[in-house]
């Protein structure tokens, strides 16, 4: 019997205690590339303009931090046209909570009705999230954002203060945390953007 997770800390003690655990190291990002251009090639797909480029499966592999699951969600079209989407509402000012809450959980549900599916497809947007607040951080204190250009623009045009960008980034992670308690998703939602909407108001 092979059991699969992800922590240690989310199966019962009386289970670790019968099983041999077996760790399995990250994929490197040309491992992810290779395989997701075998994917796209066995599927036989003929429309081209709906096929990712050699850029967009090589910007996904990177991205994915070794996971080839997260790098499939990085190329899913919705979830992709709504991180450059999110990277607009996070930048603006006032930041607008209600619409945040109701876009994210849009695309949260357009995912199926699999509780899992949609918990994966909300990490992503937290974690694109997660990656604008650290670089808007990086920035207000006068450093370089360790972040793709994308987010870095998008962090200078932002220009936050040091405890803005920290609060939200406080907020975004939390976030991202109660994931794996297994929240109610349409709930943790509505606290995140209302969580942001109250701190980029205060600045």
Partial sequence: VILVGTTLERQLPTIRSRCQTVRFSPLSAAAISEILARERQAEGATDEEHEPAAADLAAAAAAAGGSLHRARLLLNG???????????????????????????????????????????????????????????LWQAVGGNPPAADRLAAAAQRWMPAAVEAESCLAHTLDAVAAIDRNANLPILIDAWSTRLEKAVARG
């Fill in 78 to 136: 919705e979830v992709a046209a709504f991180r450059e989407k999110l990277i607009s509402l996070l930048e603006r000012r006032p930041l607008p909570g209600v619409e945040l809450s109701r876009e994210t959980l849009s695309v949260v549900e357009a995912a199926g009705k699999e509780p899992p599916v949609r918990r994966a497809r909300l990490r992503i947007i937290l974690e694109t999230a997660v990656e604008f607040f650290r670089a808007g």
